[in-house]
């Protein structure tokens, strides 16, 4: 294996800011994909391409496809035609590049860990729920709760998103390039959101922890979420972010507010029971 | 759950077949509720009011021995009662035995002749309008476009649901489209839950209005024919009604030229829109309107508290 890249999150010095919690956090870096590893998945070679034609395919069906095809070893698979269809490309455990030629449905790309996914269209609600680590790019707009409680990984929307983008986010990075809907970042507790264009009400609210940057105007910060200083890190973090994925803030990286957690809960920073019980 | 579906042409006059788009879009949209299907299409206006009405649930044709006398009974009160209030009947249809389609003359007092009909037991006035074609019952889109001939109605705009019954039955009362009784050519559909239904419908009954069905989505029809009563526009009252519902909705509502949407504030029910130079097609879900595409579309989700209205 190759040996990782050093410069990981914490020699950017992202964890030199002030979490109010504990964290397991490691950001993930699109720069490591290569090199992690999954245990149980399928071995299989980005070289060795495959396309499926969806057209006339039920979700299970081209599900059923994308394992057979990495079991047989392709890493590179093209998905025509999935005509917006709900609960497609779900579940991938694996290294994979995975490209669909046109929009999604609901619970896109939900559950995943380590694929690079990119969807030449729109996405339905839902898109990326849950997912661990890889990328997910969509070139067009996305439906509501975008990236629900995402763990880890890149999850990008070239357009704009519905409500509650990023609902429960525990890790990783959302990035947004035009507007974003009414509660994003709701009960946030880890990880970054990046909006270009402008965000809607309650953005934030009840956010335990994270970093929400946006570019445009903000239409009202919900309960717990404050301003916060942005800093030159911060700034190195957006333009090296952005730019892998050719984004630009429209009027500059040092122009976007940040935004935090206000308050820390009562006992967010406290002990879980069965962690006492080894320190007492 | 519920789906709700529309579409407006802009230029295309009144010879596109919204029939069989609208079906496919409703199809598509199954999976959100299976119970009921129903349409408010706009078609061509000859001259003629077009009343739907139905005199008879579909489950009474079951295990009642005396229900086609009745029906029989209630269709002949219909007739004589429209007649003594001076509305000329040109043309009868019938998809099934308790569901009516009049064609009248009448230049009375609509909501008059709409009380007097719907006062004779078990009979229901589903719409009354010049170009308005409101059409539910039990089953899927391709049921019920299959049992009253839908396939091939031509016309600028239409809306249309599926129901998953949460609030009330599973009957052709609650099934959607409602028509804003009494106002002719308007029609509503409504995806969600409305929390205020109970105190704002004893107000509106307090005002004068009547309420067909135990349906939340129903308060949307009566409450927008208020306003409209009142002098607003479609727009206004739309806008006002995102206020004036508590709860968590999308709806659709449809004039005899336009097509309006409108989300409540906490953007909690979905729509996916797609705005081109001369449709507009608009569902709970894509994959309802890449029903009438073979190629990659624009479209978006609208925002917390928006209202949009087309015009054909």
Known sequence: ?280 | MCGIAGIIHKNAGKDVNIGEQMTAMLQALKHRGPDSTGYAMYGEDNGNHVVRFKVAEAADLEGSFDIHAAIEDRIATVNSRMEDLGAKIVKKESATEYSHRYEIQFSGDMKKLADFVEDIEGVEILSIGNSLELIKDLGDAAVVSEQYGLNDFNGTHGIGHTRMATESDVDIRSAHPYWAYPFSDVSVVHNGQLTNYWTNRRALELKGHRFSSNCDSELIAVYIADRMNQGSDLETAMRDSVEYLDGVFTYLVATRDQLGMAKDVMAAKPMVVYEGDDMIALASEEVAIRTLFDHHIETFDPYHGEVKVWQN
């Open chain 1, 1 to 280: 294996m190759a040996k990782l890249k050093q410069e990981t999150s914490h020699e950017m010095g992202l964890h030199q800011e002030q979490l109010k919690g504990r964290t397991q956090q490691k950001f993930f870096s699109i720069d490591e994909s290569a090199n992690l590893t999954y245990f149980h998945s399928f071995e299989v070679d980005t070289n060795k391409s495959a396309k499926i034609d969806a057209l006339d395919m039920t979700p299970r069906e081209i599900n059923r496809e994308i394992r057979a095809l990495m079991e047989g070893g392709i890493g590179d698979i093209t998905v025509d035609n999935p005509m917006s269809r709900h609960g497609v490309g779900v579940g991938i455990l694996n290294r994979l590049n995975l490209t669909f030629t046109d929009s999604l449905g609901y619970f896109g790309c939900g559950l995943i860990d380590g694929p690079n996914v990119h969807i030449k269209g729109r996405v339905g609600w839902s898109c990326a729920e849950n997912m661990m680590a890889g990328t997910v790019v969509i070139d067009g707009n996305a439906g509501s709760t975008f990236g629900a409680a995402i763990r880890g990984g890149d999850l990008v929307c070239k357009g704009s998103v519905g409500a509650r983008t990023g609902i429960d986010q525990k890790g990783g990075t959302i990035i947004v390039g035009g507007k974003t809907g009414a509660f994003s970042g709701f009960m946030m507790q880890r990880g970054r959101m990046i909006v270009l264009g402008d965000a809607g009400m309650n953005l934030g609210d009840s956010m335990y922890d994270g970093t929400i940057y946006v570019g445009g105007e903000v239409e009202e910060l919900g309960v717990d979420c404050v301003p916060g200083e942005m800093t030159e890190l911060d700034i190195r973090y957006l333009t090296e972010k952005l730019g892998h994925y050719d984004m630009k803030a429209p009027r500059g990286v040092e122009k976007m507010q940040k935004y935090v957690s206000g308050k820390t809960l009562w006992n967010y920073d406290n002990l879980e029971p069965a962690e006492k019980k080894l320190i007492l």
